[in-house]
Each structure stands twice: as C-alpha cells, then as structure tokens.
C-alpha cells in the first residue's frame, strides 16, 4: 500500500518564479491538507482540501499561494514569484474522512524542499 | 489556538526515561503525537481520545486529561531509535488540528 507521495522532493527555485509542489494522497483517502515547516520549527497548518474543494484555507498567505486538489490526478500547491521567505520543507497529510472524525489521524508524505536563490 | 510543548529539548542516555507535555488553552477533542527524524516526515504514534485515556505503543505512551487539557507522552528506557523531534497535534471541537512547536530528544549511548 503506498504512502503518501509527495515530488518534486526537492526544488530550487530564483526568485520571481513559480513553484509547483505535487502531493498524491494515500489510496482510499480524498482528503489532503498542506503545512510549512521551517527550519528548527513546528508545523504550520496552510490548507485543507477534500476532491475539487478547497475546505479550509486560514493558513494560507493571501498572496502568491494557491491550492488544488482536482477530481482527478495530485493535489497542488503553487507558489507564484517565490521569494527567500518561501524556502522551507511543504509536508502534505492525507486522511480518508477528514474533520467529521476526531479520532482520524493524517499520514505525512516526504515532504518537499523547496530552496529559494 | 495551538498547542504548547515542554520542553522544547532534552538530552537523554540510553535507558533513561522522558516526558513531553503538551497543552492548550483551548479545549482538545483528540491529541494526535508524531515523531520526525531529520529529514524526514513525521510518522503517527498514537490518538488519544477525550475521556482521559492513556495508550502505549511499546515502550512509548501518553496519557490525555481532558481537564487539564493537557496530555503527556512518557518514554520509557528510551533507545537510539527514539531520537528525534516529537509533536502533538491538537484537534479542537471545530475539528482543526493544530502542531505544537515540538520536542527535540536526543538519546545518546
């Protein structure tokens, strides 16, 4: 059973240009949420997505970020005209149901390092 | 609305024993504790539900007072193999999950 698939697992970027972070949830799970992790830090909640819905997006910059999770194919995290700031590891989670169950739990894919010049 | 941890490092021999709190001044639906290697993702340990409940996965548990809102992860003759960063994840009565700053271990020979 596959876990969590996250790629590019590395990314390095100038910048000014976009990003494109890739996240495919575990089979059976449709419910993919997204968090920053910089270096020596927690992890911080950016957004929540279920199939061609966006649930939850209080942790989202409102600029330059955006998400997508399309009815078929990868869950997407873009960042537009990165900047220094943005280098951190992107960790993806997917659950199978979702907030309508406390005692569900969210399995972590790699991550994605993403590296700004 | 996230949860707090002490402390943020500890230090430890093999075969010593630990405890990482975690705490909220909100009130907690669920604890969720995961441990991160460097590098890595972080990899689920355990739930604990409301109701007080204490769980344990080998030599690892945890415990969750409900009205202190507070819950404990207690590792006992800890090993190499439990380095690493631990983190709570709260969920709140709205269902958000929030992660504490974490908890570095390092466990030396």
């Known amino acids: 059973n596959a876990g969590v698939m996250q790629n590019p697992r590395h990314l390095v970027r100038r910048r000014g240009q976009e990003a494109r972070l890739r996240c495919s949830p575990m089979?059976?799970?449709?419910?993919v949420y997204w968090y920053r992790q910089l270096p020596e830090e927690g992890l911080k909640f950016m957004v929540y997505l279920q199939k061609e819905n966006i649930i939850d997006e209080s942790g989202m910059p409102k600029e330059r970020f955006s998400a997508e999770f399309p009815k078929e194919g990868p869950s997407i995290l873009r960042i537009q005209q990165v900047v220094r700031g943005d280098s951190a590891a992107y960790f993806c989670?997917?659950?199978?149901?979702?907030?309508?169950?406390?005692?569900?739990?969210?399995?972590f894919g790699p991550g994605t390092r993403l590296l700004v010049l | 609305q996230q949860p707090v941890q002490s402390p943020q490092a500890v230090i430890l021999r093999e075969g010593e024993d630990a405890v990482i709190n975690c705490s909220s001044s909100?009130?907690?639906?669920?604890v969720h504790w995961y441990r991160q290697k460097h590098g890595e993702a972080p990899v689920f340990l355990m739930i604990?539900?409301?109701?007080?409940e204490q769980k344990g996965h080998e030599k690892i548990s945890a415990s969750f007072n409900e009205k202190k809102q507070q819950s404990s992860l207690y590792l006992t003759a800890s090993q190499l193999s439990y380095s690493g960063t631990y983190f709570c994840g709260g969920r709140y009565n709205n269902n958000d999950m929030r992660f504490g700053a974490g908890t570095r271990l390092t466990v030396k020979p």
């Open positions: 089979k059976g799970h449709s419910h």
């Open positions: 909100k009130a907690l639906y669920s």
């Open positions: 604990l539900l409301k109701g007080g």
């Open positions: 989670a997917s659950s199978p149901r979702g907030r309508l169950t406390p005692q569900e739990t969210q399995y």
